[in-house]
């Protein structure tokens, strides 16, 4: 008897280690139907906060009222403005594989937009002095990780409340540079709207829904 209990023990340890990922491996993010978010594939990005929180990203002129645009959040929840695609660092059209925790990566809009003709990828802009703040903004390019490129990279880590995530921007697989800035990405306001920029405070707590047709 004691023999088959311990068989069994192991055959549930065996299992246990099977399915949990082993220690040091990020966790796949996963989208509101519990799947894996896969790289290269349009997902909306939406405020894990109901109500309140507001709605998904889009894109505005920015602050200047001009080009490049600035990522902004919509205010009414029921909008989950325009979707978006992931690329790690390793990223290709034969192996796309999937977003994990911590993992650097290039967010591209998928958006046609003619008022200005440059990459809807983001980025961090230079510092705005007159706002005090790194806002993110557009026109960064997809690929190329190195020193050039790091203001185009970013990271979704779990958040301190339910199966939210937040974006952190703090490039580590791009560049062994030490000139970088690390912080989590919230929301600032400029004349009522929420654009999103380098936070010293609280993040921008969100979670992903799949695009399943995308605009024309």
């Known amino acids: 008897m004691k023999s088959s209990l311990l068989a069994l023990s192991l055959s549930f340890l065996f299992f246990a280690l099977l399915t949990k990922p082993l220690s040091g491996h990020p966790d796949p993010l996963l989208d509101l139907d519990g799947d894996e978010v896969e790289a290269g594939r349009a997902y909306y990005i939406i405020s894990a ?13 920015n602050r200047n009222g001009s080009c490049p645009l600035d990522v902004t959040q919509h205010s009414l929840d029921l909008l989950r403005g325009y979707p978006m695609f992931f690329f790690p660092t390793n ?73 939210a995530y937040k974006i952190v921007h703090c490039p580590s697989d791009v560049s062994e540079s030490t000139v970088n800035l690390c912080s989590d990405v919230g929301i600032k306001y400029v004349e009522n709207a929420r654009h999103l920029a380098l936070a010293n405070t609280q993040p921008f707590r969100l979670s992903f829904i799949k695009a399943q047709f995308l605009p024309s």
């Open 49 to 61: 906060i109901r109500g309140a929180g507001g709605g998904g990203l889009t894109l505005s002129f």
């Open 91 to 163: 990223y290709s059209s034969e192996n796309r594989g999937y977003v994990h925790e911590s993992m650097d990566v290039n967010i591209l809009f998928y958006a046609n937009i003619i008022n200005c003709n440059q990459p809807m990828v983001w980025k961090v802009d230079n510092y705005d002095e007159k706002r005090g703040a790194w806002f993110i903004t557009t026109n960064g390019v997809v690929g190329n990780p190195g020193p050039q490129t790091l203001q185009n990279w970013f990271k979704f880590v779990k958040a301190d409340i339910g199966n």
